[in-house]
């Protein structure tokens, strides 16, 4: 009896260990799930962040390679820049995902344009490729406080300008690394060409780019008439006599009477108000 009772007792053991076996390995099983689960989500931030930072490397890239070839690319200071070339976006890639851009402080262009504020002011801004501020800077240099920005301001009223044959011209002094003025010119109604350039110690002007031509608005009513409109001074003598214009306190009536025994010949209307009586029928 005795003996049984050991051996249903190590039988009993023998069951509890085995199933403590079993959670063990079981539970070992679920860990390691978890962590291989957490192991893969771990390797896809990774591998989203390095497709990102590449994403991004390859953006600045060709930003470089399009600033490298704006600055080598030479450019006509006629021509206006479109805006199309300077984009450093690729098509390909979505902008949400690409760092933000900011508008480049230059486009490497001389240039300069006015545009008309109102009949008195008109705002100028200006650019200048990488060759002519490096030209510019050593002519400041070497020339120190006798050298002048100065905006060249032409009348060229009625005139084929050619540079030389403006009817008068001002000069203005500003700064060029402002890089944009306004000018109170006091010249409605006028033409006008404005000239960016330098002046060196003898008063010499040296042209560095020339605006488009702009015609000043006049500050007053226009002076042109239109000649359909016009009538001869006779018939507006007639038009205004018969209107009583020229004695106070007289109609229009009383206007027409008196050019018929002055001899007028005066066409009457009847009023289309009323209908015609039975004797006018």
């Excluded at 009513?221 to 007639?238: G, K, L």
Aim: aromatic share 10%; charged share 30%; hydrophobic share 30%.
């Amino acid at each position: 009896m005795g003996a049984r009772k050991r051996k249903d007792t190590n039988g009993t053991f023998s069951r509890l260990v085995k199933k403590s076996v079993a959670f063990f390995e079981k539970s070992t099983r679920k860990k390691n799930k978890a962590a291989l689960k957490e192991n893969d989500l771990q390797k896809q931030i990774l591998e989203t962040k390095r497709k990102k930072k590449k994403t991004i490397g390859v953006v600045e890239k060709k930003r470089s390679l399009d600033n490298t070839h704006r600055s080598t690319e030479p450019q006509n200071s006629s021509e206006y820049v479109d805006s199309s070339h300077h984009s450093v976006v690729d098509p390909q890639h979505d902008v949400s995902t690409t760092a933000q851009f900011e508008l480049p402080d230059g486009y490497n262009q001389t240039k300069i344009v006015a545009v008309i504020r109102d009949p008195y002011w008109v705002y100028v801004y200006w650019d200048l490729d990488n060759a002519q501020k490096k030209h510019l800077a050593q002519l400041f240099i070497t020339g120190g406080a006798y050298v002048k920005t100065v905006l060249r301001v032409h009348d060229v009223g009625g005139v084929e300008f050619d540079g030389f044959n403006s009817n008068r011209f001002c000069d203005v002094v500003v700064q060029l690394d402002a890089r944009n003025w306004y000018l109170d010119l006091g010249s409605p109604n006028k033409n006008i060409i404005i000239d960016l350039g330098i002046k060196d110690s003898r008063n010499i002007f040296f042209l560095i780019a020339r605006s488009n031509r702009i015609a000043m608005p006049a500050d007053g009513p226009s002076q042109r008439v239109d000649e359909d409109w016009m009538i001869s001074d006779t018939d507006f003598e007639e038009f205004y006599t018969l209107s009583g214009g020229y004695e106070k306190g007289v109609s229009s009536e009383h206007g027409i009477v008196k050019k018929k025994k002055k001899g007028f010949r005066v066409q009457e209307t009847k009023s289309s108000t009323m209908p015609p009586s039975a004797s006018e029928r």
